[in-house]
């Protein structure tokens, strides 16, 4: 029941109307009994500051920031993880005891929660892109303590500059998407993650698309695993083509969950949810829709 004392955290971005994070973090907070309720609030980048400065003063608990907002709110926070400035990008706030912003990046938990089961120690991967995306994923690779990372996308100056803000960790082998050498990649990856948006789902009815086009796809073998960070359409059309190939497929929907399980430990001070709450909450509305 919403009353006069019900706190509330929010989603800023731009756009946040197509976010599922609403409906999976309001059944976490159903779950965990508190007078807390989760919205999400379109942001224009001109009222960013004026934005996060207003809701210090008022019953917010916490934030999620997401695109466009997840680099520019650096300068609005007080506190700074230092994996939120390893990967340049902030996605959770909280307000510390002096009311000031304290950030946080959940993602590269996300991204790693459905890998960590498996045995990928020293295996060779690949990431497809080289957006914002791809360094949660970089840095969950290292993390997982792959041999090898590829990084294949057709933007070669965020792939020099990629290589460049890891290259103190790991050696990343660069390809553009035209490049011969990536077929060989392909056959002999162990796992393969597509962090572009193609074949997201949109208002307009769009061909069935793969990643930089089918033939870019024809030494795929049955032994990789194909996570496409895509979590609607489920199945997208690359895991559709992958698990006709034989191969094991992880949609980005346990990544959502994870990362949102991540963030509400940190706006609750380490309260935890299990992970079926807020999955069943998402598949059950997909369902539905």
Same mark, same amino acid.
């Given at each position: ?16 109307s ?10 976490a907070?159903q779950y ?7 919205i999400?609030?379109?942001c224009?980048?001109e ?6 400065n207003?809701?210090?003063?008022i ?5 999620n ?5 997840k680099?520019?709110?650096f ?8 994996? $939120?400035?390893?990967?340049? $990008? ?10 000031? =912003?304290? !950030?946080?990046?959940?993602?590269v ?13 020293k295996?060779?991967s ?6 914002? !995306? !791809?360094?949660?994923? +970089? ?6 303590? /792959?041999?090898?990372?590829s ?14 803000? /890891?290259?103190c ?20 990856a ?5 962090t572009?948006p193609?074949g ?15 033939? /870019? =796809? ?15 359409? $489920? ?14 497929t +992880? ?12 963030s509400?430990? /940190? =706006? ?7 992970f079926?709450?807020?999955?069943? !909450?998402l598949?059950?509305?997909l369902?539905n829709?």
């Amino acid at each position: 029941m919403i009353s006069s004392k019900t706190s509330f955290i929010a989603l800023i971005g731009n756009p946040v109307s197509h976010s599922l994070s609403p409906i999976m973090q309001n059944a976490a907070l159903q779950y965990l009994g508190l007078d807390l309720i989760y919205i999400a609030i379109p942001c224009k980048d001109e009222d960013l500051e004026l934005v996060l400065n207003s809701l210090k003063k008022i019953n917010c608990k916490g934030l999620n920031i997401t695109i466009p907002h997840k680099e520019k709110v650096f300068n609005l926070c007080s506190e700074i993880s230092p994996i $939120a400035g390893k990967l340049k $990008a902030i996605n959770t706030l909280k307000l510390n005891s002096k009311k000031e =912003w304290s !950030a946080t990046n959940t993602d590269v938990e996300g991204f790693i929660y459905p890998l960590k089961t498996l045995n990928l120690t020293k295996k060779d991967s690949i990431i497809l892109g080289s957006g914002g !995306a !791809a360094r949660s994923v +970089i840095q969950g690779l290292i993390n997982l303590n /792959f041999s090898t990372i590829s990084v294949i996308s057709r933007n070669k100056s965020s792939l020099d500059e990629l290589i460049k803000n /890891f290259g103190c960790q790991i050696e990343i082998q660069g390809l553009l998407n035209n490049d011969n050498r990536a077929q060989n990649l392909i056959e002999d990856a162990d796992l393969i993650v597509n962090t572009t948006p193609v074949g997201m789902k949109t208002t307009k009815n769009e061909e069935i698309t793969l990643p930089f086009g089918e033939n /870019f =796809w024809r030494s795929l073998n049955s032994k990789s695993i194909i996570y496409d960070l895509i979590y609607n359409p $489920a199945p997208t059309s690359l895991l559709k083509f992958s698990a006709e190939k034989g191969c094991m497929t +992880i949609d980005g929907l346990q990544m959502l969950v994870a990362q949102g399980l991540k963030s509400l430990s /940190f =706006w609750t001070d380490g309260l935890e949810v299990p992970f079926h709450i807020m999955n069943d !909450a998402l598949k059950n509305y997909l369902k539905n829709k």
